[in-house]
């Protein structure tokens, strides 16, 4: 390790860790990498580093939250399935250290998003339908950057939700919005919002070919993190403000 090296610690050894390892570069040097089988050694055992990056499993969390109020460690957080409480958890981490975390880090995502909010105002009172399509291997559903979506379309929560529909459910409400996810193969990652008003739809896609898009934009993120003070940030406002 060089004095010019950033330090850095990596929970989850799956796809994802994998390539954030292989893509980190020089600049960083990886003091150790935490999984299921050892996680809990990062309570009191793992060495403070500049930098602990997190794309692992949410039943990882109490130990993540403890490392980063340990050693005040910059926290970037990639882990979806969180609930609103455990989300809770990481936004407070940012009262000791810089914190990010995001569902999605592909900066096409983020584009979407945007495109999403300003279409949803647009075209106010149209069904809307988001639609995820991941492998077959991906934990959780409906995945973090459809919830993201759904934020986008309805910002205060209120719209029901329908996870799928089955049965005799009758006319669909004026006011809902549908969540379908869809799994197998290998997809990286596809999401559509379809927008339905009457005798017309409109549809935004964002389809991932390869997860280093993701890898991508959290290596660049992070080292955007390592430049501010403590708190919380999200995604756009590292990259975009």
């Not at 149209?126 to 559903?141: L, P, R």
């Not at 955007?224 to 940030?233: A, E, I, N, Q």
Request: glycine fraction near 10%; charge should be negative; charged fraction near 20%.
């Amino acid at each position: 390790m060089t004095s010019a090296q950033k330090t850095v610690v990596l929970v989850g050894g799956g796809r994802m860790g994998t390539l954030i390892a292989q893509t980190l570069g020089e600049a960083y040097a990886v003091l150790g990498t935490y999984d299921i089988d050892n996680i809990a050694e990062l309570d009191a055992d793992a060495p403070a580093a500049d930098l602990v990056i997190d794309f692992s499993n949410k039943a990882a969390l109490p130990h993540v939250a403890a490392y980063v109020r340990r050693t005040g460690a910059a926290l970037v957080s990639g882990t979806t399935g969180y609930d609103a409480a455990e989300q809770e958890q990481i936004r407070a981490l940012g009262e000791v250290a810089p914190v990010i975390w995001s569902g999605n880090y592909s900066l096409g995502v983020a584009a979407l998003r945007h495109a999403t909010e300003l279409v949803a105002r647009a075209v106010e009172g149209w069904d809307v339908e988001i639609v995820e399509t991941h492998h077959n291997q991906k934990a959780d559903a409906p995945s973090g950057t459809a919830e993201m979506l759904r934020a986008c379309v309805d910002p205060t929560g209120d719209v029901p939700v329908a996870y799928g529909r089955q049965g005799m459910i009758g006319a669909r409400p004026s006011r809902e919005i549908g969540m379908h996810a869809l799994r197998g193969g290998t997809v990286a990652g596809t999401h559509e919002v379809h927008f339905f008003g009457q005798d017309e739809e409109l549809c935004l896609t964002h389809r991932a070919t390869s997860r280093q898009i993701f890898v991508n934009g959290a290596v660049a993120a992070a080292a955007r993190l390592l430049t501010r003070p403590k708190g919380f940030y999200t995604f756009d406002q590292l990259m975009f403000e």
